[in-house]
């Protein structure tokens, strides 16, 4: 995985802030128009989505990674996306909750469908937190 971290000037802020302020949706399947040395580029949506994240993060004054992999995944590098150990990723691939494939005798697994499921796990734990909270504000007003 290549990674980069980017730390950006307080002016930059501003900057980004104006950028993202210019970010739209001017036509169906078109995220975003700029101009770039005196040509219109159009972005497709998804890479405006990426662009306007990256734009607003500098905005407020965050630092950005941005890392890259490839479309295919090895094991090993799938696990440490999710954050877990290779034996619990063979488990989940075993119990069909993440989709591998072979390529020789080797275990391949989609850089999607480890977004995938990076997402749906956190959708299961914020949801786990809202009913946590809901569940203690409950019982505190009693």
């Given at each position: 995985?290549?990674r980069?971290?980017i730390v950006?000037e307080?002016?930059?802020?501003?900057e980004?802030?104006?950028v993202?302020?210019?970010?739209?949706?001017?036509?169906?399947?078109v995220?975003?128009?700029l101009?770039?040395?005196?040509?219109?580029v159009?972005l497709?949506?998804?890479?405006?989505d990426?662009?306007?994240?990256?734009?607003?993060?500098v905005?407020?004054?965050?630092?950005?990674?941005?890392?890259t992999?490839?479309?295919?995944l090895?094991?090993?590098?799938a696990?440490?996306?999710?954050?877990i150990?290779?034996?619990?990723?063979?488990?989940?691939v075993?119990?069909?909750?993440?989709p591998?494939?072979?390529?020789?005798?080797?275990?391949?697994?989609l850089?999607?469908?480890?977004?995938?499921f990076r997402?749906?796990?956190?959708?299961?734990?914020?949801?786990?937190?809202?009913?946590l909270?809901?569940?203690?504000?409950?019982?505190?007003?009693?």
């Amino acid at each position: 995985m290549e990674r980069r971290d980017i730390v950006v000037e307080p002016r930059a802020a501003d900057e980004a802030r104006i950028v993202a302020d210019g970010l739209g949706d001017p036509r169906p399947g078109v995220g975003a128009v700029l101009s770039v040395e005196g040509r219109t580029v159009e972005l497709p949506p998804a890479l405006a989505d990426l662009v306007g994240s990256v734009v607003r993060a500098v905005a407020v004054g965050r630092t950005v990674t941005v890392g890259t992999l490839p479309a295919e995944l090895t094991t090993t590098v799938a696990a440490e996306q999710l954050g877990i150990s290779r034996p619990t990723l063979m488990k989940l691939v075993a119990d069909g909750k993440i989709p591998a494939h072979k390529v020789g005798s080797h275990t391949r697994v989609l850089t999607e469908d480890v977004v995938a499921f990076r997402r749906a796990r956190l959708d299961r734990q914020r949801a786990a937190l809202a009913e946590l909270i809901e569940l203690s504000d409950a019982l505190g007003e009693d």
